[in-house]
């Protein structure tokens, strides 16, 4: 029943910014913890970031730092991953996460129970 679409991946250089777009078709978002993850070719699949049911709590991968930032529009159903410096390493399709139950934000993919199509990013070097 929980949908999730992401949308706004695509092919970029190195240096360039893209915004990553979730929507989600549920009663109510603000009861659902969020997250992205990505998964590149023969990888396995690696937190990106998350965001707490209200917004105010974020955690991110050392990885992505100060340079990708999760923030959410609860009263458009959005949740948003902004990323600025991309590098080549930041090639991957980039997942959409949510979860209803759990009690805190989460960066296994395990703690999230519904799941994006997903939206390929790549960074040509």
């Known amino acids: 029943q929980v949908q999730l679409v992401e949308s706004g991946g695509g092919l970029v250089q190195v240096g360039d910014s893209l915004k990553l777009s979730c929507a989600a078709n549920?009663?109510?978002?603000?009861?659902?913890?969020c997250g992205w993850f990505r998964q590149a070719p023969g990888k396995e699949r690696e937190f990106v970031a998350a965001?707490?049911?209200?917004?105010?709590?974020?955690e991110h991968a050392n990885s992505v730092r100060d340079r990708f930032t999760i923030f959410r529009d609860n009263s458009k159903n959005l949740v948003h991953l902004q990323m600025n410096s991309l590098k080549p390493e930041d090639t991957a399709v980039y997942y959409c996460a949510a979860d209803l139950v759990s009690l805190r934000i989460g960066v296994r993919p395990e703690d999230y129970e519904y799941w994006g199509q997903g939206t390929q990013v790549t960074v040509s070097s």
């Open positions: 965001i707490s049911r209200d917004g105010h709590m974020t």
């Open positions: 549920v009663r109510t978002f603000s009861s659902y913890l």
